[in-house]
C-alpha cells in the first residue's frame, strides 16, 4: 500500500520558474513532512519540513504549503535554478512510532538554463 | 564530522549469495535506520536500530537482518540474494528512537548492490 503519492513524476522549469511538487497521504497519523533532495550517487539530503499544525513554511526560495484536511502538501521552488535539478522525495512519518520515513516516489526536476 | 559513512560504495553479488553493509553515523547519534531504494522509487524502510536492538522493521522479508554495535556503528545482512535485491541501500542516523520529537535524519551516500 502506497501510503504517500508524489506527483508530477518529472517537471521541466526554466531558470528563474516555479518547481510545484505534490504529495497526498492516507495515514492520518503521520504528524512530520520532510522533502529531501536527492543527487545522482548522493544520499537523499533534508531540505524543509512542516507539522500539520503550520499550513505554510519558508526557508529561503523553498516553501511547503499543507491543507490537513484534503491530506496534502506540496513543495514550490521558487527562482528555480540549473543547481536545483535534482530528484526530491516527499516524506511522512509519526513521531511516537520513532520517525521511521514513508517516501513518496521521486519527482525529478530539471531546470533548464 | 564526516557525516553518515558506508562500506563499500559498489557490490556485486550473485544469486544465493550473502552480503554484509556497514554503516557508521554521524557524530552524536545513537539511532541506525536502514531503507532500500529501488531504481527510479522512493527509498523503503527495512529497520532500524537502537541501543543495540531492532526498534521497528518494515515490510522486509528475515532474509534481511542487521546489528548495531556499542560504538552505535550497524550492519544489514542480506542472506539468499535474489535478483529483485538489486537496489541502493542506504543509512540514516539521528539521535534517540523515543518518538521525543522529530528528529532529523541524516542519509548517508548508500551502498550500490546488483545481485547477477
Redesign the interface.
Known amino acids: 500500500q502506497q501510503q504517500?503519492k508524489?506527483s508530477p513524476q518529472s517537471l521541466i522549469v526554466q531558470k528563474g520558474g516555479i518547481s510545484i511538487i505534490n504529495c497526498a497521504y492516507e495515514n492520518t497519523a503521520f504528524d512530520?513532512f520532510?522533502w529531501?533532495q536527492q543527487f545522482p550517487?548522493?544520499?537523499?539530503?533534508?531540505l524543509i519540513?512542516i507539522?500539520p499544525d503550520v499550513s505554510e513554511k519558508k526557508e529561503g526560495r523553498f516553501t511547503i504549503s499543507f491543507n490537513k484536511s484534503a491530506k496534502q502538501f506540496s513543495l514550490h521552488i521558487m527562482d528555480s535554478q540549473p543547481g536545483d535539478s535534482a530528484t526530491y522525495?516527499c516524506?511522512a512519518?509519526i513521531?511516537?512510532?520513532?520517525?521511521?520515513?514513508?517516501?513518496?516516489?521521486?519527482t525529478r526536476v530539471l531546470v533548464k538554463p | 564530522d564526516a557525516g553518515v559513512t558506508q562500506s563499500p560504495t559498489h557490490l556485486i553479488k550473485t544469486r544465493g549469495q550473502q552480503v554484509t553493509l556497514r554503516c557508521s553515523p554521524k557524530s552524536g547519534h545513537d539511532t541506525v535506520s536502514w531503507y532500500q531504494q529501488a531504481l527510479g522509487q522512493g527509498p523503503q524502510f527495512i529497520f532500524q536500530y537502537y541501543e543495540e536492538e531492532e526498534r521497528q522493521r518494515g515490510n522486509f522479508p528475515d532474509r534481511f537482518s542487521g546489528h548495531q554495535f556499542p560504538n552505535y556503528s550497524s550492519e544489514l545482512n542480506v542472506n539468499a540474494l535474489l535478483l529483485g535485491d538489486s537496489a541502493l541501500y542506504l543509512c540514516a542516523s539521528s539521535w534517540g528512537a523515543t518518538g521525543k520529537g522529530y528528529n532529523e535524519q541524516f542519509f548517508g551516500p548508500g551502498t550500490r548492490l546488483t545481485v547477477l
Open positions: 504517500v508524489q512530520y520532510p529531501y550517487g548522493k544520499g537523499p539530503a533534508l519540513a507539522r522525495f516524506a512519518s513521531k511516537a512510532a520513532g520517525n521511521k520515513l514513508t517516501f513518496g516516489g521521486g
